[in-house]
């Protein structure tokens, strides 16, 4: 089983700031990695599916890289609506895991 | 529109049974393998298992294994999971989820489990 290791566990940030989380595997993963945002009492959404590719229709603002085993996820000038936990997920095998998450707080 | 309505949750006695049903509609199901996650009361993600677009590969985390079955009925759009043997450890909410390529790219509003005597 791949491990994923998420880190910060938690951001507190002001509007207008840089957002950087990262995500480290413990086996190669080329670049199967995806990043969702659950924001309060809601089900996850994906941001970014494999390859870094941002879904249609979210913000240009939200971008990752990252391949083999370092992944980095970036919020460019944070809004206030962007508050939530952050996953990164690798798809590359069986079983799929999530990291610990990133819950990101906006001053 | 896609949409994922996941139903059949409640509180359950360690050891017994629940199955979760997931109505899918706004795309043709059969063209999408399909999983499901949970997630433990103020705890993060966890892939629980997945199932082919014909139903004839399925994948489960080690937890579950021989615990629960994850099946599909392509003429109704639904999926399925069925929990025997329930244990404390699998209180959460469960969602089901859309497959893309690996990527989970729409999910149901989720249902909870509680298993509790």
């Known amino acids: 089983e791949t491990t994923v290791t998420q880190s910060p566990a938690s951001l507190s940030m002001a509007v207008g700031e840089k957002v950087s989380i990262s995500c480290k595997t413990s086996?190669?993963?080329?670049?199967?990695m995806n990043w969702y945002q659950q924001k309060s009492g809601e089900a996850p959404k994906l941001l970014i599916s494999?390859?870094?590719t941002l879904r249609p229709g979210v913000p240009s603002r939200f971008s990752s890289s990252g391949y083999g085993t370092d992944f980095v996820f970036t919020i460019n000038n944070v809004l206030l609506g962007d508050e939530g936990i952050y996953y990164c997920?690798?798809?590359?095998?069986?079983?799929?895991?999530f990291g610990a998450g990133t819950k990101l707080e906006l001053k | 529109e896609v949409q994922l309505v996941e139903s059949g949750g409640g509180l359950v006695q360690p050891g017994r049974s629940l199955k979760l049903s997931c109505a899918a509609s706004?795309?043709?199901?059969?063209?999408?393998?399909m999983a499901w996650v949970c997630q433990a009361p103020t705890k993060g993600l966890e892939w629980v298992a997945s199932?082919?677009?014909?139903?004839?590969?399925?994948y489960y985390r080690d937890s579950v294994k021989g615990r629960f079955t994850i099946s599909r009925d392509n003429a109704k759009n639904t999926l399925y999971l069925q929990m025997d043997s329930l244990r404390s450890e699998d209180t959460a909410t469960y969602y089901c989820?859309?497959?893309?390529?690996?990527?989970?790219?729409?999910w149901g509003q989720g249902v909870m489990v509680t298993v509790s005597s």
């Open positions: 989820a859309r497959q893309r390529g690996g990527s989970l790219d729409y």
């Open positions: 706004g795309f043709t199901f059969s063209n999408y393998g």
């Open positions: 199932i082919s677009t014909g139903g004839g590969n399925t």
């Open positions: 086996t190669d993963i080329d670049d199967d």
């Open positions: 494999e390859g870094n």
């Open positions: 997920q690798q798809s590359d095998n069986v079983p799929d895991t």
